[in-house]
Each structure stands twice: as structure tokens, then as C-alpha cells.
């Protein structure tokens, strides 16, 4: 069965700390991951994907995820926050040999303090 | 403009009130899905189609049905909700070869 957690429910930051969002999961096939983000009042959009290669990948507003097999890991990071980046965050897993059906962690809501 | 649609976007009813909640997308896309998200338990699959006449249980199908008869619509059904059913629900839909989901605005819905 593949499965997401996400270590932290609920982060506070300062504008210009350093973000890192913990994300495991448990997939017995060739994985796919994802950072989606919600902000208040909004759908959820794709902050960054992983599917292969670089395990370091870059997504918008200047997040980026690190894909470390070994440690069944794809934590969110970025170096400096902003008050705009006050959302949920969700991480979500899918892929081979079924990749209709994803499972996502139960989300980190994020507060950013300007 | 590329977008995944649902209507209602707020529904109260009461309990046994058989209801159809619509998505459809206009983006060709193979992959769609229903989600519930609830305070704490993040977002929960329900059903997904594959194509159409495709369509599989996610983790939570307990009391909802879908139909996939044409390839941008993705309706979901509730025969008889209850109030465990209240939540918010999004649907969702991906290409097959590029996995990442684009989502709805999201359906609030209380039962009552």
C-alpha cells in the first residue's frame, strides 16, 4: 500500500527564514512525487514535481524538493520566505504500475509572520 | 483558458437527498479524480477513471459512485448522504504521460 507523511502539521516563520517541509513516503513501484501548494481560499496548484533524474528539482516562487531514495524522502525547502507564502502544502504520491491513483499526506499549513 | 470546472460550488442538503456533484475539463486530459478534504486528514482519493468507461476505487468509495462516459466529464454521486459525508470535495484530472493533476475550485458540501 503506498502511504504519505508529513512531519509537521503547523509551521510559524519570520519573513526571510528558511523553510524545510518533511515528507516520507512508502511506494512499492516506480514513484512519482509532488509538492502542491493551497492558498487560503484557493484550489490546489503544483509547486514542483519529481519523476526521474536530477533528484534535485526546482519549482515556482523559488521552492525546490530534494528526492532522496534511501530515505524515502522528497522534502520541500526555500532558503527565504515570504509573507505570501502563507498556505497549505501538501505532499502526494503516485505512479507505476498505477498512476491514476495518488495519496497525499495529511498537509503542513504554513504561516509566515511579515 | 486550460481549467477544471465543478457545480455546484456550495451545496447544503439533507440526509438521504440524492445529489450529482459535476466536473468536467478541457484539457484532453485520460487521468481524472475525485478527492474529499477534511481538517487534518489532508486530501483523501475517492474514485478515478483511467478513461472512459475506466474507473477504479480510491481510498475512501464508501457511499459515492461515478460515471466516465465521456472523456471531460467525471460526474460524482451520492445516492443517499449522510453527514459524514459534509466536506470539501475537488476533482482533479492529468494527462497519462505527465502524472501532475490540475484541480477544480472545489465543491463545499454539508449534509444535514
Known amino acids: 500500500a503506498q502511504s504519505v507523511s508529513q512531519h509537521n502539521h503547523h509551521v510559524i516563520l519570520s519573513e526571510a527564514a528558511s523553510l524545510e517541509l518533511g515528507c516520507n513516503y512508502s511506494y512499492g513501484g516506480t514513484v512519482n512525487l509532488f509538492w502542491y501548494v493551497q492558498y487560503p481560499g484557493q484550489h490546489l496548484q503544483l509547486l514542483l514535481k519529481?519523476?526521474?533524474?536530477?533528484?534535485l528539482v526546482k519549482g515556482i516562487k523559488g521552492f525546490e524538493a530534494e528526492f532522496i531514495k534511501s530515505k524515502f524522502s522528497f522534502n520541500l525547502r526555500k532558503p527565504s520566505v515570504q509573507w505570501s507564502d502563507t498556505a497549505e502544502y501538501f505532499c502526494?504520491?503516485?505512479?507505476?504500475?498505477?498512476?491514476?491513483?495518488?495519496?497525499f499526506g495529511d498537509g503542513t499549513t504554513l504561516t509566515v509572520k511579515p | 483558458e486550460a481549467q477544471v470546472t465543478q457545480n455546484p460550488r456550495y451545496l447544503i442538503t439533507v440526509t438521504g437527498k440524492k445529489l450529482t456533484v459535476t466536473c468536467s475539463q478541457n484539457?484532453?486530459?485520460?487521468?481524472m479524480s475525485w478527492y474529499r478534504q477534511d481538517p487534518g486528514l489532508g486530501l483523501r482519493q475517492i474514485y478515478y477513471?483511467?478513461?472512459?468507461?475506466?474507473?477504479d476505487k480510491g481510498d475512501v468509495p464508501e457511499g459515492y459512485k461515478v460515471s466516465r462516459k465521456e472523456k471531460r466529464n467525471f460526474p460524482l454521486i451520492l445516492e443517499s448522504p449522510s453527514p459524514n459525508q459534509t466536506s470539501l470535495y475537488f476533482c482533479?484530472?492529468?494527462?497519462?504521460?505527465?502524472?501532475?493533476?490540475?484541480f477544480g475550485p472545489g465543491t463545499r458540501l454539508t449534509v444535514t
Open positions: 519529481y519523476f526521474s533524474g536530477d533528484p
Open positions: 502526494a504520491v503516485n505512479g507505476a504500475p498505477n498512476a491514476g491513483k495518488s495519496t
Open positions: 477513471s483511467m478513461n472512459v468507461e475506466v474507473t
Open positions: 484539457m484532453n486530459h485520460e487521468y
Open positions: 482533479a484530472s492529468s494527462l497519462a504521460t505527465r502524472y501532475e493533476q490540475y
